[in-house]
């Protein structure tokens, strides 16, 4: 019998792992720049953490997580989120004690129970970055820049920053009240998850992807024609900040994202080259969670983006190189393959991609291996070149080839690699 992976679970393969390698190398350098530290938290987490963190009625909760039960009779979830996680981290370890204020990042898999489809898996990955202990818009718009900068220079095409507020305590309520009156008359119009909604949470009714719901909702009330002064004032700086640093965006009232936890600032990045998924990530201030879970009166903000739409994006627009060697060498004869076991080593530890043949096969063959590869030059050494002195360097794109010193042949190929 042979074993095939669950429904909505895939492998990343060689080829596609190099472009994850490259999100992440890129992801870390500039998290470093904005003095974000990596944090990892584990993949399983008590049940309850998540129930309370993210709000019994949101879809996640409600119907997507892989909850179990372990031999002891506790409750255990594969987490379908980064930020319940990192809170719980943030309080049990006190890390507030060192800084007030704590710039958090880490990368990977979450689980949902989702339909899968194109760009929505049950195992997917994301970049999570969390800020604590700054109330103040201008961590607002550092997180914003911060997720913009991110993916600026990655090939992903054109992408668009929504921006909304979604108010605070103080003056939600109102909003929700006068929403729920307005749809009240409506409700046979909605899909039964949004009937409940209208009682629970009628905010996520902006959420739903039907075109009837999103309808009854197209000339409903919106919340900032609802927020107070200090709400007001709030957004209205996060939008000069991002207009400082020439951040283009767009306002869009409808955008509530799906967790409960949010107030105040809330954003999503979306692209029109991925269908239905459109988000690429997405994130919003969520002051009251660190209290509800059991910590100090915190403020935070935080985002998510999913890696693999930014992926699926980077391969649509194929400018990724998948990992081409720099080099390959075409050894032939045994005192050539000898003498190229150790330049190939020498180059590698230089930081250069070397690939070579294992089987000291002849030179036609390592030439359609190396051509194969997509090598960007071919060092051919064989025993009359070994005799001589003077190799071939064969660039593989214009296809001129020039001589090249054996005796110095490291530090020359290092030379020729670094410059072109
Ligand atoms: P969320 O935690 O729901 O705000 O999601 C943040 C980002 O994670 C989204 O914008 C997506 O890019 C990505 N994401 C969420 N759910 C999935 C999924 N089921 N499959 C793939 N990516 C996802």
Redesign the pocket.
Known sequence: MEFQSIKGFKDILPGESVIWQQLEAETRKKFSTFGFEEIKTPIVERTELFSRGIGQETD?VSKEMYSFEDSKGRGLTLR??ATASVVRAYIQNRLYQAFPVQKLYSIGP?F?H?RPQK????Q???INAELFGDAGPKSDAEMIVLAVFLLQDLPLGPLTLHLNSLGCPECRPAFKKTLQETLADKRDHLCADCAKRLDFNPLRIFDCKLETCREVVFEAPVIVDFLCGECSAHFHRVQAYLEDCEIDYVLNSKLV???DYYNKTTF??QTEHLGA?N?????GRYDGLVKLLGGPDHPAIG????????IALMEMNRTAQAGKPDLFIAAIGEEADRASFVWADRLRKSGFRIEVDYGLHGLKSQMKKADRLGAEKVLIAGDDEMKSGKGILRDMTGKEQIEVDLKTIVPALEDILKNG
């Open positions: 996640i379908p989120e979450m949902r989702e760009g929505r898996f049950r997917f990955h994301q994202r799906g967790l999503e990045i998924q988000a690429v990530g997405g994130g985002f998510a983006m999913g890696m693999e739409r930014i």
